[in-house]
Structures are given as structure tokens and as C-alpha cells.
């Protein structure tokens, strides 16, 4: 068909896009097949007291350097660096499936020149020709399939940076526990250096009593028995902390030798004041359960895709040419051509394959919807799982402060009684056990409770300001 008149080539363009833009479906949201837990309600009633945990909420354990390292684990931290990636990627692919929305645009220009010998004459002519042209070609997206497939890229890029955001809070939580760790380490040797302190003290006094004839070789060997094991417990110890250090060394991006740390152990950390929210704003607070819905709409795009590939393909194609005897004919008085054709294709027989895609995307679709339920029911066991551990965790600290202090007080009563020959030495040697392993416990379970606020910050999808 040759068409006189450029308007009529860009209306039918123009017609063609603003069908397809009226070809977008819904794809449905999908509520949250999980009710809420009523184990949460207690924490549900008092989330206007004790609301969500805000941005800065790592300033409540009372760190600088925890906060500094934090800082520097987002921008140097080699997971939130490849996450990036991949959100460009996603991002890339979605501007990429777009652009199937848009007509394809060509050019074309020629000149050429044609000579001819005249037989005879010795003489010679030509002629020169020139042309250029434009061509447009666009898919009617008449059953949504390209907006379809576009909108799934879309989400996709969405889904990737909720990934990041998931990337980012567990850094961040890897980051304090594992700085909380070696801060813990710390105090461990610390202990168990005062303790041997006390150990060479005490066998520094059974010699003493043995050259006085005071104490048996038994004695001796025990309490040299005794110092030997706690000495023995320093170089685990030290490693620990050199291992828990190059961890930390790595997510925040650095060499371990460049990492020095200048808090000496847990002393003068706070704890953060968090509310637990409510259990339906979970699902919009934490990024990996915004992530597990947002699945759920690009599988109904993809659905609407495949079913799209059951209906036959519509693309107009249109081009202009201008051609003229040279180039200045070509500027002054050239003869246009327009050509619009609409081709139809439709596939009569394929063996079933586009019916077992529809079914394929329809089967994902159900898959991702129990996926969905499992990431909220863990969402919930999380968070009310940090719940208790920090209650229970702040318990256990109260009791084994007071066990500590009896185990020093013991030790003390054990010590003088011993020197005034009151007690053996087994009577004392229990209670430096004792004394030990109760310092030991309690810095673990400050640890504890450190990493339980920690624990319940990510369970609650991180900090959050107000919208």
C-alpha cells in the first residue's frame, strides 16, 4: 500500500502506542496468608509505647566506634558492593524489557552513480541517484504480553533492591554481633588473667606453707596442676579474638592488619530501647518478606505473559522514502513514497508448548505463594523468638551478677581460711573454679544480651523513620 501523506504514518504510530499503554492488567496483590500471631499481642498492645527501632538506633548500646564501624562497613563491605551490582543489572534489564513498548526506529541513505559507455562515439553518460528513508516498526501489544513482560522486569529490579536492603541489614547485624564478640573475647582474657593472677598468688602461698612444713606434695602438684590450666586457657582465648577480629576485619572491607579496635571489652555498652511494632507492619518493615509479595506480582505478569502467547502477534510496519536524480533533487524536488503495512502471525501447531508455559508460570505462581507463608511465619517466629531471648537474657545477666559476686565473696572467705589452716586446699581450689567460671559465664551472657537486641532489630527489618 503507498501512502501519500506523513500524518497518516504517524497516527497510526501514535494509535498503535496508546493500545498498547491501555493493554496493562492488574496483576493482583496477594494478602498475607498468615494471620497474625497471638503470642504478639502483648507487644501489639504496647507498639504506641515502644515503636518501631528508629535509624539511628545503634547509638543506644552507646559505641562511637560501633557507629564509625558501621559506617564504614556500608560503603566498603564486598556483599553490599555486589549487591549494587546486581541492582544495576536489574535495573538495565527492566529500562531493556521497556523498551519492547516503543516502536523500532531505522534510517537509511544512499547516492550512487551510473555510467555508460556509448559504443561508437567514444563518449560517455551518467546519472546520479540519491535517496534516504525512515522505517518504523511496532508490536500492537493487543494482549498485554510486552507490558506484561516489562512490568515483570520492573518488579524484578524492585525485588533487587529489597535484596540489597536485606544485603545491607544483615551486614549490619553481622558487623555489631561480631564486634560485640571480640569486645567479649576481651573481657574473657581479661579474666582469666586476673584469675591466673590469683591461681600463682595461691600457689605462691602453698609453697610457702610446704617449705613450713605446713602442706603436702600433694597439695603442691595440685594447685600447680590448677595454675597450669588456667594458663592453658589464654592462648584459645587470644586466638578466638584474633579470629572473631580478621572476620570483622573483613565485612568492613579491610585487611586485618589494618583493624585496631580501642575498646577494651563490654564495659559501659547500653542496650537500645525497641518496641516490637505490629505484627501486620512487619510485612511492610522487613525487605526479604516485601521481597517474597513482590515475587508473587511478577509471577501474575509472567501468567499474563504466557497467556498472551496463545493469541496471535499484531506489528505494523511503515516507512518513507525520498529519492531524487542527485542530491540537490533530492533537497528541492524529491519523490516521497510511504509504505504501512499490518501483518498478522499466529502459531497453528507447537506440540502444546505455549499451553505447558501458561501452566508452568500458574504452578510458580502457587510455589511462590507457600513460599510467601513460610517467610512470614518465620518472620513472626523471629521476632518473637529476639523477644524472649532478650527478656530471658536480661534475667540470666541479673542472676549471674549475683553469682559472680558470691563466687568472689566464697573465694575470699576459701582463701583466708585456708591461710589460717581452717580449710584445705581442695576447699579452695573449688571456689577459684567457681569464681572462674562464673566471671567467664557472665561476659558470655552479656554477649548474650547484646546479641539478642541485635537479634531483634533485624528480626524487625532494621531502622526505621517515619515515611
Known amino acids: 500500500m503507498i501512502v501519500r501523506s506523513p500524518r497518516l504514518i504517524l497516527s497510526l504510530l ?7 499503554g491501555c493493554a496493562q492488567g492488574d496483576y493482583g496483590t496477594v494478602a498475607s496468608p498468615v494471620a497474625p500471631s497471638k503470642a504478639w499481642q502483648q507487644a501489639d498492645k504496647e507498639a504506641s509505647a515502644t515503636p518501631w527501632p528508629a535509624a539511628d538506633w545503634w547509638g543506644g548500646f552507646g559505641s562511637a566506634e560501633l557507629v564509625s564501624l558501621l559506617a564504614d562497613a556500608r560503603k566498603a563491605n564486598p556483599d553490599l558492593a555486589a549487591a549494587a551490582a546486581r541492582l544495576l543489572q536489574a535495573d538495565a534489564r527492566a529500562r531493556a524489557a521497556g523498551a519492547d513498548l516503543l516502536p523500532t526506529l531505522g534510517a537509511t541513505a544512499g547516492i550512487s552513480r551510473q555510467e555508460t559507455d556509448l559504443s561508437g562515439t567514444g563518449g560517455r553518460s551518467g546519472r546520479t541517484s540519491a535517496s534516504a528513508g525512515l522505517s518504523a516498526a511496532y508490536e500492537l501489544d493487543f494482549w498485554g504480553a510486552n507490558r506484561a513482560a516489562a512490568d515483570s522486569a520492573a518488579i524484578g529490579a524492585a525485588i533487587s533492591r529489597l535484596d540489597q536492603e536485606t544485603v545491607a541489614l544483615t551486614v549490619t547485624s553481622t558487623v555489631a554481633n561480631t564486634y560485640f564478640q571480640v569486645l567479649s573475647l576481651r573481657d574473657r582474657i581479661r579474666s582469666a588473667e586476673e584469675n591466673l593472677v590469683l591461681a600463682e598468688r595461691v600457689m605462691a602461698f602453698v609453697d610457702a606453707r610446704f617449705r613450713n612444713g605446713a602442706a603436702t606434695a600433694l597439695e603442691v602438684a595440685q594447685q600447680r596442676t590448677a595454675l597450669t590450666s588456667q594458663r592453658a586457657t589464654l592462648p584459645a582465648l587470644r586466638q578466638q579474638e584474633l579470629a572473631a577480629s580478621n572476620a570483622l576485619a573483613v565485612l568492613l572491607g579491610r585487611a586485618p592488619a589494618d583493624l585496631s579496635l580501642a575498646a577494651t571489652g563490654l564495659g559501659g555498652l547500653g542496650l537500645p530501647a525497641s518496641g516490637a511494632g505490629t505484627p501486620a507492619d512487619l510485612l511492610e518493615r522487613r525487605p526479604d518478606l516485601k521481597a517474597a509479595s513482590k515475587q508473587l506480582e511478577a509471577a501474575g505478569a509472567d501468567i499474563v505473559a504466557a497467556r498472551a502467547a496463545l493469541y496471535p502477534s499484531a506489528t505494523l510496519n511503515l516507512s518513507g522514502t525520498l529519492s531524487g536524480g542527485g542530491l540537490s533533487s533530492l533537497v528541492n524536488a524529491p519523490t516521497a513514497v510511504a509504505n504501512a503495512g499490518l501483518s498478522l502471525a499466529q502459531s497453528l501447531f507447537d506440540g502444546g508448548r505455549r499451553s ?17 507463608r513460610k517467610a512470614i511465619l518465620t518472620g513472626f517466629s523471629d521476632v518473637e523468638t529476639a523477644l524472649s531471648a532478650a527478656r530471658n537474657a536480661e534475667k540470666q545477666r541479673v542472676l549471674q551478677e549475683e553469682a559472680v559476686r558470691l563466687a568472689r565473696e566464697l573465694f575470699r572467705l576459701a582463701e583466708t581460711r585456708y591461710r589460717e589452716g581452717a580449710t584445705d586446699l581442695l576447699t579452695l581450689l573449688d571456689a577459684q573454679r567457681s569464681l572462674l567460671s562464673a566471671q567467664d559465664q557472665l561476659t558470655q551472657v552479656r554477649l548474650s544480651e547484646l546479641q539478642a537486641a541485635v537479634s531483634l532489630y533485624r528480626a524487625l527489618g532494621g531502622g526505621w523513620v517515619a515515611a
Open 356 to 372: 505447558a508455559q501458561v501452566e508452568v508460570a500458574q504452578a510458580r505462581r502457587v510455589e511462590l505463594v507457600e513460599s510467601y
Open 14 to 20: 501514535l494509535s498503535g502506542t496508546i493500545l498498547s
